[in-house]
């Protein structure tokens, strides 16, 4: 017996992302998430960026500190590229839509999807009972900020590969079990030179705003001299960069400065390599540090602006808000529909 021919179900192009509020940024969140939703802004696809303060609270997080960060990651998308007319900006708890959706999807995944997380491993530590509930079910709420909208493509670092992953299984077995082609399945776009940048002391460890070392990572709110400072101390070899991209494998420290002037200078690093193949650090890491100061300096500045005007940026954040609740309701009523609950109507 032959299938039924099944016509695709063809979703319109929509990029979202998000970024949580729970420390100040970095170079990695820069270089892997931030420059690159600005490009796809400016490729005409629409798109939304979320400040996403539901995951933030995951973890234990000062009231009065996660409002201010709210609005630095704001600053800092905007800062980044990001324009609120072209894209949607906007912090998640404003729309409801996330966390009820993600108790529909709650109900789909299952509890050993969450468990095997390795993020969730990280951030439980030993002692994962005594970790949050909200923890656990963190990827759950991501699948749902991304299928509230019917995302189809998630630009992220190399880390969150997994938690797309799990997306993707939660959106095919709402599908499976509804018997619908509601959700379209997310592509992870995890491109360029820069998606795991790397620490500074250690070419082997993910530059995060959580090591306890602050020379291991930039900040986007650091000053000149001190990003000058941590490039000159940046964990080298004693060889001279190599001939070729290749003559950098086994050599991590040096791969990631490459790899993070590739990416700021908007080079592949074999065009990096070609410029500097045979040269001392002593003359890369000036180098490096000059490009670093003259491509994020402009981004410090204009954060440090905004973040002067805090109801500039709450009136930015309240209006992307409706913009994006605009999106978000018909489809969760349409999910209503689906899983036999009686939706909103107008009276
Ligand atoms: P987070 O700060 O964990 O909310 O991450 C926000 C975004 O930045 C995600 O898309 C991450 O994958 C990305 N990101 C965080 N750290 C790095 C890094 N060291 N290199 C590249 N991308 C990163
Ligand atoms: N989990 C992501 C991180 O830690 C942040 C995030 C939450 C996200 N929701 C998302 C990223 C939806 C992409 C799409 O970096």
Redesign the pocket.
Known sequence: MTEPVQTPQVFPTRVF????P??S?????Y????KRFAQKQNEGIETLYCV?DL?AITVWQEPAKLRQQTREIAAAFIASGIDPKKSVLFNQSQVSAHAELAWVLNCVARIGWMYRMTQFKDKAGANSENSSLGLLAYPSLMAADILAYKTTHV??????KQHLELTRDIANKFNHDYGVKFFPVPEPLIEGA?????SLRDGTK????SDPSDASRINLTDDADTIAKKIRKAKTDPEPLPESVEGLDGRPDAKNLVNIYAALADLTPAQVMAQYAGAQFGTFKPALADLAVEKLGPITAEMNRLMAEPDEIDAILGRGAERADAIARPIFDDVKDIVGMIRSRQV
């Open positions: 992302s998000g970024i949580q729970s420390g940024l970095t170079l990695g969140n270089l892997g998430a931030l996403v995951h630009p992220v670092g190399e880390d969150q820069a998606t795991r940048v790397m993910k530059m995060s705003k």
